[in-house]
């Protein structure tokens, strides 16, 4: 892309071991490097992934180093949960931009910790000073035929607000989502990218 | 895999590291999974000319590969961090012997503890055991250090050691990928002064040892991958891996002396480098590895505070610690915590389930099952390293026997497990005489790593048949004639197996055996339903921690009625077979 160095752009995805996050990312980040980025991303695999609290980080520009987005510095956290939306809401920046599923997981721990599950998410990140746009993911995966496709439709949803072209998405699609999801995923991204993301209220 | 693509590929540390290998011309590999390393193995079975296998734990890996090295190809050896304690034994002393061909000796370590059971910093290995390290911070480097250490082996005749970390293992970013060198093969030499390590041989070994340290030093204070990168004199940064690169973030300006050898440290280099600058700062991540030798080379420098020898950096945390004030935004803390947890459907629960209820203190082991530690479950008593369930039993044993406790001790611990570690001390536990139960927690799989293959699945790292391990023949070659084989997903049948073999005075085998469910995803599968009516809502079945249940189960205060998340149940009939009241409804297949 361009031979100015820009500020590298911070994306958090965060939700639950399982949802589908690392599939996502790998979208993301093979379009993002289609489009002519250099890209870093940083995740954890093993004991982590077994149904728990999950974060990928992915960071874009001219040049990257940190494999790691600092808290305060993400300028958008795609959360396909939203009780995890409310976990990492501190890694955002001032004004950053919140894709928030309408996703509710509820953990294990609610029966017997301290805390509820928490209501008002959409609002509550408000308070904090971002912006939220909320994504009904697993409505439109289940438009598209599919509930394990909310992933890929978080990404089209994300794809309004990254500079990569149609074409880049679509080949890293092909590329990446084997060739009997390929058509369900193809149509949940469109969907994503189709929806006009409303405001929470 | 052969094409050789010139555009940049997006490749994780662990795939950079594989394809390293498969550039320099390794023929073989060996590794036992362990996060974060895993995929560095996985990656490899899939290029062709390379013979990548699972050994059954890390030392068997480490000699295979020296093996291969001293019979003349290039070989690799890669494990998680822990991974290196088991193999420390054989590095030791290849580090004296050398090999006839490259050897390379991969250590992923895990800052954070993301999926370790300690933080320990391998860079101490390098130096306790005399070998060069390389640390890579990007996975460009990461594939092109692989090479090098290659390099660096044959010319100097020595193991090399290259650790990564997770951000570094786990990262991606772009890579170059080049072409596959083809060295011709080495000739073995009988050399008996070099390669049979008895006092005499091994005293004129360390001298060349010594001898050789002295010239890495030297190959370390000029070789390209050491390299200073001036800036503002004024801030001098000495770092490594990643992280250099959080220190590269949180000052772009400064003048950074870039380590991608980071032992033995470039003595001259550090020097020429702080009389350059002003001040000098180490950032590293854990210990004070190169602080401590830095400040020994009689240089003023300024480390990290002490607080931050835990857990992982970030270019926020290296920022503070050069006296920065990064946004530190407060995180919301009134949260409900989400640990990992087993899945639904998971063989184990059961096991757990009823080795609570029998109130077992249980000698856990690495794996999956360790899980069962959290609430609901609550059934673990002790989780160290591998294998050390059984010989944590039989001495748990031994002193409930002195001190006249009559609670029951059950080590358990998975089948991979089991082969990696768990054969010696069965054989010690019969040997001397102890009568502690053992489970055996067959899921036919490494299933936390991602599902990996072992000795007593039957197939190899690239999924083709070999040899299986019979699992009972082999506990009772160890001397145990109680041997009990049982399906986890049968409760009855299951609590009637662990009664009887805890009552025993004899030492007892329980083989709890059901296939991963992670194996047998995507198969047809009747989830189980609650029957409203007969329901009470006495949160028994709850009591498993399965996430099909707990995921409805948010009512606010009061009785917990339950209903099973139709998504996500796996229909193993747990938790109907946990109900008093005939409330769940479940078809057995």
Same mark, same amino acid.
């Given at each position: ?201 | ?200 041989? $091994?005293? #004129?070994?360390? =001298?060349?040892?010594?001898? *050789?340290?002295? &010239? +890495?030093?030297? @190959? ?75 400040? $020994?080379? #009689?240089?003023? =420098?300024?480390?990290?505070? *002490?607080?931050? &020898? +835990?857990?992982? @950096? ?108 768990g054969i010696a001390p069965l054989i010690d536990l019969v040997y001397n005489q102890g009568c502690a139960t053992i489970v055996i927690l067959d899921n036919g799989t490494t299933a936390m790593t991602g599902r990996q293959d072992h000795p007593a699945t039957g197939r190899t790292a ?98 917990l009625k339950p209903s099973i998340n139709q998504e996500l149940c796996a229909g193993c009939g747990l938790c109907a077979q946990i109900c008093r009241r005939e409330a769940i409804e479940w078809e057995q297949p």
């Amino acid at each position: 892309m361009g031979t100015a160095v820009t500020a590298p752009t911070n994306i958090m995805l965060v939700g639950v071991g399982g949802q589908g996050i690392i599939l996502a990312s790998e979208v993301l980040c093979r379009a993002l490097l289609n489009a002519g980025w250099q890209v870093k991303k940083s995740e954890v695999h093993g004991m982590a992934q077994r149904g728990g609290s999950v974060r990928t980080d992915v960071r874009f520009g001219s040049e990257i180093h940190a494999p790691l987005i600092s808290a305060g510095t993400a300028d958008l956290l795609v959360a396909f949960e939203q009780l995890e939306a409310l976990r990492y809401a501190h890694f955002l920046r001032p004004r950053g931009l919140v894709l928030l599923s309408t996703e509710r997981i509820m953990p294990v721990t609610i029966l017997t910790g301290p805390h509820p599950y928490p209501e008002n998410t959409p609002s509550r990140l408000e308070q904090r000073g971002a912006q939220v746009r909320l994504v009904d993911a697993p409505g439109i995966a289940a438009e598209a035929g599919n509930p394990r496709t909310a992933g890929i439709a978080l990404m089209g949803a994300l794809a309004e607000y990254v500079e990569i072209s149609a074409p880049a998405w679509r080949k890293a699609i092909t590329a990446l989502v084997p060739e009997r999801y390929r058509d369900v995923n193809r149509d949940a991204f469109r969907r994503g990218r189709r929806l006009k993301a409303d405001r929470a209220g | 895999m052969v094409r050789t693509p010139t555009k940049p590929q997006l490749l994780s540390g662990n795939e950079a590291i594989a394809r390293g290998a498969y550039e320099a011309g390794v023929k073989v590999a060996a590794s036992y999974p362990g996060t974060p390393a895993t995929e560095i193995l996985e990656s490899l079975a899939t290029y062709e000319g390379i013979h990548a296998q699972w050994s059954p734990n890390e030392k068997v890996a480490l000699d295979v590969a020296f093996g291969a090295a001293l019979g003349g190809v290039r070989a690799l050896a890669s494990m998680k961090h822990v991974g290196l304690n088991v193999a420390a034994d054989s590095l030791f002393t290849i580090a004296y012997t050398g090999a006839t061909a490259g050897l390379v000796v991969v250590s992923a370590d895990d800052p954070g503890m993301h999926s370790s059971q300690n933080e320990q910093d391998n860079r101490h290995y390098a130096r306790a055991a005399k070998v060069p390290m390389l640390e890579p911070a990007d996975s460009q480097e990461a594939k092109d250090f692989v090479i090098e250490a290659f390099h660096i082996s044959e010319e100097f005749d020595t193991p090399v050691l290259l650790r990564t970390t997770t951000r570094i293992s786990h990262g991606k970013s772009p890579v170059r990928l080049g072409r596959r060198r083809q060295p011709r093969p080495r000739s073995f030499e009988r050399q008996t002064r070099k390669y049979v390590m008895i006092p005499g041989h $091994a005293r #004129g070994r360390h =001298v060349v040892v010594e001898e *050789r340290l002295e &010239r +890495l030093r030297q @190959l370390s204070n000029t070789i390209p991958l050491n390299r200073i990168e001036m800036g503002d004199p004024d801030l001098g940064i000495i770092a490594a891996g990643a992280a250099y690169q959080y220190a590269r973030e949180a000052r772009p300006g400064a003048s950074f002396l870039k380590l991608g050898m980071s032992y033995p440290l470039p003595d001259e280099l550090i020097r020429n480098f702080a009389a350059r600058v002003r001040r000098v700062f180490i950032i590293e991540e854990l210990d004070p590895f190169l602080e401590e030798q830095v400040a $020994a080379l #009689g240089i003023k =420098v300024r480390g990290k505070p *002490r607080s931050m &020898r +835990l857990g992982e @950096l970030d270019a926020a945390a290296v920022a503070a610690a050069l006296g920065d004030k990064p946004p530190a935004p407060e995180p919301i803390t009134d949260l409900p915590a989400r640990p990992p947890v087993l899945c639904p459907g998971c063989p184990h629960a059961g096991v757990f389930y009823v080795l609570r209820k029998l109130k077992a203190v249980v000698a856990g082991d690495i794996g999956c099952y360790t899980l069962s530690v959290l609430p609901p479950l609550e059934a673990m008593d002790t989780c160290i390293c591998m294998g050390a369930a059984i010989g944590n039993a039989a001495g748990l044993e031994r002193a409930f026997a002195v001190a006249g406790d009559q609670r029951p001790v059950v080590g358990t611990l998975g089948d991979s497990t089991f082969v990696h570690a768990g054969i010696a001390p069965l054989i010690d536990l019969v040997y001397n005489q102890g009568c502690a139960t053992i489970v055996i927690l067959d899921n036919g799989t490494t299933a936390m790593t991602g599902r990996q293959d072992h000795p007593a699945t039957g197939r190899t790292a690239r999924g083709e048949r070999t040899h299986q391990l019979d699992l009972e023949a082999l506990c009772r070659a160890c001397g145990v004639d109680d041997v009990a084989v049982v399906d986890p997903y049968n409760l009855e049948a299951l609590e009637q197996a662990l009664k009887r073999a805890i009552a025993a005075r004899h030492p007892s085998v329980v083989i709890t055996r059901h296939e991963c469910v992670l194996l047998t995803r995507g198969a047809p599968r009747k989830p189980a339903h609650v029957v409203e009516e007969m329901c009470v809502g006495c949160g028994l079945c709850l009591g498993l921690g399965c996430p099909a249940l707990g995921a409805i189960a948010a009512e606010p205060k009061g009785r917990l009625k339950p209903s099973i998340n139709q998504e996500l149940c796996a229909g193993c009939g747990l938790c109907a077979q946990i109900c008093r009241r005939e409330a769940i409804e479940w078809e057995q297949p």
